[in-house]
């Protein structure tokens, strides 16, 4: 191991580690970024949404969005797997359908970004996944 | 020296800064209670656990009651010695001390004499509460050659752990177990005799119940006495004849050793003799072998070892047994005084008033508890039949003198009887600190150069400072001497003995602090070194009323070489005059 | 490194531990290995959560799932439905001891709700054995800071000017303790950390020890410039196996990292840190005892004056401070005086960390700002009492504290209100008692604590407290009289006024706040000779009530002494004078015939 | 008070030395030195103190004064299975008496002591820090939580 030999090193090298942890200090304020389940139940995985989750993991990250993507389980919206929950800090969270590849640089692009709706909402009385009884 | 102002009990008082409340209320003529504190100015003697907690004092802007004996005095201090809480504090800490210690006094051997038994009177303790259920916490009693421990009388002043090690380095005691059932004891809580106990009865010396007292031996004596089989011969040593006074009334320093004789005669000891005459042997004995390792050893004779240690002290000879056996043979042969005088009783006196051996009893009364373990060693015996029958302490013969009636006060002065009470000055002054150096630089000065010495008194060799020094002239010969009193004391000249950086000649050791006159068989000090002080300088004065001041002048100890041992270092002499000795530490085994 | 988007956090805690919280670490792994997931799910084996009451836990990160009371073979399922199909195992969530309902994640939790983690940032959150995860947490930057940007006086000041106290029991004030020990000129002086928790039911520095050790070691390091000292020494219970593992390899890593030892992050600051052990023996927690046991010897105290700050390990200049106190150190120096001192009450400032114990339902560890009330933490944070029964008090401060009642609960918590209200804050442990409690059997059983860690020094904690204990056993047992209630109180007054360290003086205190809270109950026991929580045996009474009796003969054939007699079908009787008052009857009896008087 | 005679053997005593040195045989060492010595041999008898006592230069009275001191320290050997009883505030209000009470039952033994065949050595302990799991019972290294009076005979099978 090599020694830490400055208040400047010890900065680079908590940098280097930093992202590690990454996903558990944002979810310890999960309300201050965004949060992105994906359904991943059979329907999901069979329609392409382990696809989809890493791609959200992997794009957030490289256009420097905080955000904490998990999957979920069957949102009951099988006909339009792969289905998405998006929540924006502070706001009400919103459900996209169909969502694959291209959808979903749409959405990290337009509603993430800037808060604009995409096409491919599913606007139900809205309930949130977790909320629901299983 | 910067210096506190504060209030005790409404009187204003200036100190020097690091006094404690304790000591400046003292100053005020405030005598605040204290049962575990202990402190003997100019021996470098502390002993301040803060443990008892009797001594707490009120101090203004305190949330409790801080114990005076260990708490600093402070600029503005506002100090109540005496308020109700105070009061009620002390009598209810004394309560619960109380609780925890049998209430057997009317037979303990510390009845009258204990700090316990003062203190519960003068705080007026008249019952303790909950008596009937409260447990009390007892221990295994343990009887050793010297020194009795019945720790259900102990109250962990801890006085005595400070003594054994702090003091003496001995390393015999400590404190074991935790909370209620703490206590002072050797290692595993086995008896005595399997540690590293000197004997030296510090320990008893500065205990304030009856945790720890000496071995009593009066009944023993007293059947001697009334066996008329049996010639007893008594023989006392110097530094009693100071101290006996004390337990009379007298003032510590009081000289008594017309009446002490009386007293013994009254008795009933059929000859009374005096150790002091046995001190002039031992001088003759240990100055001439002084002189002649000395002098092969300024020959260049490397088997000559330098320093001598003196060995008239039993205490000193266990520590060094025990800690220091790679040096059994730097010490003196010559026995001690007492083992002198009866190893001479029951030969060459007994033989004078044809008596056997084996009829006549030695008693000896010792300011010292390692008397009792030495005369028991059975180098120190003829078939099983000892020199030496008992050693009883100078507080057994108060007592005994006590219970026979006799009033010390008024008794006419007595001499002590022929041939073994005859002594010298030299002799007298054996029972302090640097008193045998002294006596054996009388005799082995005019031995060596020939010559009458102009002056007697060697005073650079007194004090009571723990370690000494001084260098004596010997016509040219410069002669390095060394005192050291308290076994602490001895260990660090002993180490350096063993590291090979002594530059002494001679060593003078004595394992009580002051010498004999604080033997563990004295007159209780109570934390007074005035009164060690005192008895040393009677032993001084003593000297000095005497006719004869040297050893080797004193007219029984010529005729006894004369009639007897033919000469000092004689073979006769050797064979009862000088003894050998063991590494105890292997005669030791703790017995499991 | 790998790049994962999930991680599992085991808890680690002892508490947890000995739940087998490896195993499950271990299942996880071997089934992620199964399913191809090792390079996405990671497994962490972290400090304790403070949720004990339910462990093992295992968290799931980033959606904060809760699971509680795992077994190690629920690994599977946790792998199969939460990882891999995203649906959360219901079963294993913990469950709303109102609602009964399933909370989905550990936001939602009224344990978690209240909390203020400041000491406890890392406990849970990050692997205690690797020093990485710290340093990402913004470790060791404290010292850093320090050390390049800051002088020893400044740094005194910040601590000083965040009104931070001692989390040891006492609550000096940290900053001047520093600023004691920094004007003591000496060639070497060092700092101690006291880790020897000694007080039955309070587990926090326990916790920070094994959840979260670099926080420690930071801070001693912090404190070792501030004062001018270059030797830690950590003195840690042996009781703690774990926490000294942890530490071991906290110190090595550190070590390796230069983050300990000499030129720390080449600033020419040298500070390395050794540990002592403890041996069971609870007075060592007071500093003065704790130096003499560093040194070898029995753990007794000593008179202060001489403080530690004068003349401590080695005669030396020496600063005891205690792990919770230390491990907040790092964040006031990042976040500054300010912050720290917004945090809490006028004269106590921060977070306080409790343990919470005894008759609550969520058992576990807890940090609260100071000020929040007891009601806060015992019925929101604490979830109420157990099975329903009566809240009847909140023991703090463990032996050396006070019993606080009903009409305390709510009143700020800090130093000074729990001073008044005849408490003390101790080092945190809160042990909460239900109506089946006696108090006077609650004295007896601090007093029984006290008697048993009593050094034995001084003669009011040697053998007063040994009084008060067999006078507390008399009330219990009906042999107590009025009077002996002023005797007790007498007896503690005395006791807190003349005994030497804090473990004497205080050790009344649950006696004299339990009188004084609950008297009636005392008078109860000495005067009605009855013990109305139904806990003293001598004072119990079985009865069999002849309503309810139909002579089935179950209670006489069960009765071990042959206490019952009664002829079949008819009222049966307890002899009161064999009765041994073992209770089997009442067991027994399907007709609720028999009852306690 | 009676000890059990031991005799060390080469070994032993050249393994204590080796502990007392590699401490640079420093009496404030003492007690890192006595838990070392203990973990090796489970107790400390009277023999193992003299030889500590002997090698780090502190009188054996002050060795046997700190052994006694400390409740961590024991002086006879523990059976096979220590059994630990946590008797600590959350472990007492939740019935930890009852449990000690059972295992005396079950044992025949009291506190302090062990089965005649060596096997179970019964004692009390002040608080593990598991008080989430309270009562706690240790039976060697492992820890049994939240036991009843019940439950008692199950942990004992266990070893049978």
Known sequence: ????????????????????????????????????????????????????????????????IAAIVTQTGCMGYCYAEPTIEVKLPGQEPVVFGYVDLKRADQIIEKYIKTGELVDGIIPVNYQSIDDKKE | METIKLTIDNKEIEVPKGTTIYQAAKMLGIDIPTLCYMHLDDMNIENKPAGCRICVVEVNGRKNLPPSCSTDCQNGMVVKTHTTRVLNARRTVMEFILSDHPKDCLVCSKSGNCDLQAMAHRLGIREIPGQEYAAVSTYRKDTSPSIIRDLDKCILCRRCETMCNTVQTVGALSAVNRGFMATV???????????????????????????????????????????????????????????????????????????????????????????????????????????????????????????????????????????????????????????????????????????????????????????????????????????????????????????????????????????????????????????????????????????????????????????????????????????????????????????????????????CPGGCVGGGGQPLHHGDSEVLKARAAALYTEDKNKPLRKSHENPFIIKLYEEFLGKPNSEKAHHLLHTHYFDRKEKIIIKH | MSKYSMHLLVCGGTGCHSSESDAIVCNLRDELEAKGL??????????????????????????????????????????????????????????????????????????????????????????????????????????????SEMTPEDTIKVIKDSGQRGRGGAGFPTGLKWELARKNQSDEKYVVCNADEGDPGAFMDRSVLEGDPHSVLEAMAICGYSIGASNGLIYVRAEYPLAIHRLQVAIKQAREYGLLGNNIMGTGFNFDINLRFGAGAFVCGEETALIHSMEGLRGEPTVKPPFPAESGFRSKPTNVNNV??????????????????????????????????????NVGLIEVPMGTTLREVVFEIGGGIRNGKKFKGVQTGGPSGG????????????????????????????????????????????????VEESCGKCAPCRIGNKRLNELLGQICEGKGTIEDLDRLKNMSNVIKDTALCGLGQTSPNPVLSMMENYREEFVAHVVDKKCPAGHCRSLMEYVINPDNCVGCTACARVCPVGAIKGERKETHKIDPSICIKCGSCKEKCKFDAIFIR | MSHIKIELRKEDVDFIKGVCSSFNNDPQELINVLHTTQEH????????????????????????????????????????????????????????????????????????????????????????????????????????????????????????
């Open chain 3, 403 to 450: 019993c606080l009642s009903e009409k305390h609960l709510d009143i700020p918590i800090d130093y000074d209100n729990l001073i008044a209200a005849g408490s003390i804050m101790g080092s945190g442990g809160m042990i909460i008692l239900d109506e089946d409690d006696c108090m006077v059997s609650m004295a007896k059983f601090y007093l029984d604590f006290t």
């Open chain 4, 41 to 160: 041999f489970g107790y400390l008898p009277a023999e193992i103190q003299e030889v500590v006592a002997e090698n780090m230069n502190v009188p054996v009275a002050k060795v046997y004064g700190v052994v006694s001191f400390y409740s961590f320290f024991t002086m006879t050997p523990k059976g096979k299975y220590p059994i630990s009883v946590c008797l600590g505030t959350a472990c007492y209000v939740r019935g930890a008496e009852n449990v000690l009470a059972e295992f005396k039952k079950e044992l025949g033994i009291q506190v302090g002591e062990a089965t005649k065949d060596n096997k179970f050595s019964l004692s009390t302990l002040r608080c593990v820090g598991a008080c989430g799991l309270a009562p706690v019972v240790l039976v060697g290294g492992k820890t049994y939580g939240r036991i009843a009076p019940d439950d008692v005979k199950n942990i004992l099978k266990e070893y049978e």
């Open chain 2, 185 to 511: 004891a050797p290692a595993f809580e086995e008896n005595l005799e399997y540690s590293p106990c000197t004997y030296c009865g510090q320990c008893v010396a500065v205990c304030p119940t009856g945790a720890l007292t000496e071995v009593n031996h009066i009944p023993q004596v007293l059947r001697a006495l009334a066996d008329p089989t049996k010639t007893v011969v008594v023989q006392t040593a110097p530094a009693v004849r100071v101290a006996l006074g004390e337990e009379f009334g007298m003032k510590p320093g009081s000289i008594v050793t017309g009446k002490l004789a009386a007293a013994l005669r009254a008795l009933g000891f059929d000859y009374v003799f005096d150790t002091d005459f046995a001190a002039d042997l031992t001088i003759m004995e240990e100055g001439t072998e002084l002189l002649d390792r000395l002098g092969r050893y300024l020959k260049g004779d490397k088997s000559a070892r330098i320093p001598i240690l003196t060995s008239c002290c039993p205490g000193w000879v266990n520590f060094f047994e025990y800690y220091f056996p790679d040096l059994k043979d730097v010490p003196s042969t010559a026995k001690s005084p007492q083992q002198m005088f009866g190893a001479i009783a029951k030969s060459y006196f007994a033989d004078k008033i044809g008596v056997n051996r084996k009829d006549m009893v030695v008693v000896s009364i010792m300011p010292c508890l390692a008397k009792k373990y030495e005369c028991q060693r059975d180098e120190f015996s003829v078939d099983n039949n000892p020199d030496v029958d008992y050693s009883i302490s100078t507080r057994e013969l108060a007592a005994f003198i006590k219970q026979a009636n006799i009033d010390v006060n008024s008794l006419d002065d007595e001499d002590f009887d022929n041939p073994l009470g005859e002594s010298t000055g030299a002799a007298v002054i054996f029972g302090t600190t640097g008193g045998v150096i002294e006596a054996a630089c009388r005799t082995a000065y005019e031995i060596y150069t020939g010559k009458k010495l102009a002056k007697i008194d060697f005073t650079e060799l007194r004090g009571m400072e723990g370690v000494r020094s001084a260098t004596i002239d010997f016509n040219g010969l410069p002669l390095n001497i060394g005192i050291a009193h308290g076994l602490g004391n001895a260990r660090k000249l002993l180490d350096d003995v063993r590291a090979g950086k002594s530059q002494f000649h001679a060593i003078e050791v004595m394992a």
């Open chain 1, 1 to 64: 191991m090599s020694k830490i030999t400055s208040l400047a090193d010890l900065k680079k090298k908590r940098e280097e580690i930093k992202t590690g942890l990454d996903i558990r200090i944002k979810a310890m304020d999960p309300e201050s970024v965004v949060q992105v389940k994906v359904a991943m139940a059979t329907c999901g995985i069979a329609s392409g949404a382990k696809a989809v989750m890493e791609f959200f993991l992997e794009q957030l990250e490289r256009r420097n």
């Open chain 3, 324 to 361: 919770e106190t230390l491990a907040a150190i790092p964040v006031i120096i990042l976040k500054g005086a300010k912050w720290y001192s917004s945090i809490g009450t006028e004269k106590s400032k921060g977070t306080k960390v409790f343990a919470l114990a005894g008759k609550i339902n």
């Open chain 3, 38 to 147: 090792t390079d996405n799910v990671q497994v962490i084996l972290t400090g304790c959560f403070g949720f004990c009451e339910k462990g093992p836990i295992v968290k799931v990160m980033p959606d904060n799932t809760f699971y509680v009371q795992v077994k190690p073979e629920d690994a599977q399922t946790i792998v199969e439905e939460h990882v891999i199909k995203g649906r959360k195992v219901t079963r294993l969530l913990y469950k709303d001891p109102v609602s009964k309902e399933p909370v989905s994640d550990s936001k939602h939790m009224g344990f978690f709700k209240k909390q203020l983690r400041i000491v406890l940032r890392n406990c849970g959150f990050i692997n205690p054995e690797n020093i990485d995860e710290y340093i990402a947490r913004d470790g060791y930057m404290a010292l850093g800071k320090v050390l």
